[in-house]
């Protein structure tokens, strides 16, 4: 069975400082990964995803993540932050040819301005 | 616009009536989900179905019942056998996983409270 970790549950930053929220995942074979964000008051929409090839993916808004297979992670990050990112973000994987997506608990950032 | 309703946004219902949530898609997708999201659980999957007349057991299943009589349709029941119906829940759908690789697309989600 697939299951993922967000280990981080609240992260407070200021505006401009750089963010990484952590993403493993345990799953036996070829994963696809993504991330989504739930603005406040909007629909989960998707920020990137990963299914092969260059383990380094942008996204919408500035943000990126990097598919390490060693260590099972899929962390994402910005370089710097606005006020506008707060939201709740959720990691997901699904094995290769398995339709269903499993999400981690969410990660909810505040950015302080 | 092509895309995911939900409706209502808000429903509240007395505790032990039966409730169904109306889902809608006009994307033409074949795959259709329902999740619950509770706060600090994320998201957890109910039911989903990959074809018309046929569905499957998610995660959490146990209390809820769904149809999938047309394809744009995909209607969750929250039964009285649900034992804490109270959550936010998201529908979401997706075309062929040869095409995108499994992304979902999600509705605007309906919120349920039971009194």
């Known amino acids: 069975a697939q299951s993922v970790s967000q280990h981080n549950h609240h992260v407070i930053l200021s505006e401009a400082a750089s963010l990484e929220l952590g993403c493993n995942y345990s799953y036996g074979g070829t994963v696809n990964l993504f991330w989504y964000v739930q603005y406040p008051g909007q629909h989960l929409q998707l920020l990137l995803k990963?299914?092969?090839?260059?383990?380094l993916v942008k996204g919408i808004k500035g943000f990126e993540a990097e598919f390490i297979k060693s260590k099972f992670s899929f962390n994402l990050r910005k370089p710097s932050v606005q006020w506008s990112d707060t939201a709740e973000y959720f990691c997901?994987?699904?094995?290769?040819?398995?339709?269903?997506?499993?999400f981690g608990t969410g990660t909810r950032l505040t950015i302080i301005p | 616009d092509g895309g995911i309703t939900q409706s209502p946004k808000y429903l509240f219902r007395k505790e032990g009536q039966n409730v169904t949530l109306s889902c809608e898609q006009n994307?033409?997708?074949?795959?259709m989900y329902w999740y619950r999201q509770d706060p600090g659980q994320g998201l957890r999957l109910i039911y989903y179905?990959?074809?018309?007349?046929?569905?499957q057991k998610g995660d959490i299943a146990e209390g809820y019942s769904v149809s999938r009589e047309k394809k744009e349709s995909f209607p969750l029941t929250v039964t009285s056998a649900q034992k804490n119906p109270t959550a936010f829940y998201l529908c979401a759908s997706s075309p062929p996983s040869g095409l995108t690789y499994n992304e979902q697309f999600f509705g605007p989600g309906t919120r349920l409270t039971v009194l």
């Open positions: 179905s990959q074809i018309v007349n046929d569905f």
């Open positions: 994307l033409n997708h074949d795959a």
């Open positions: 997901a994987v699904s094995g290769f040819g398995n339709e269903k997506l499993t």
């Open positions: 990963y299914f092969s090839g260059d383990p």
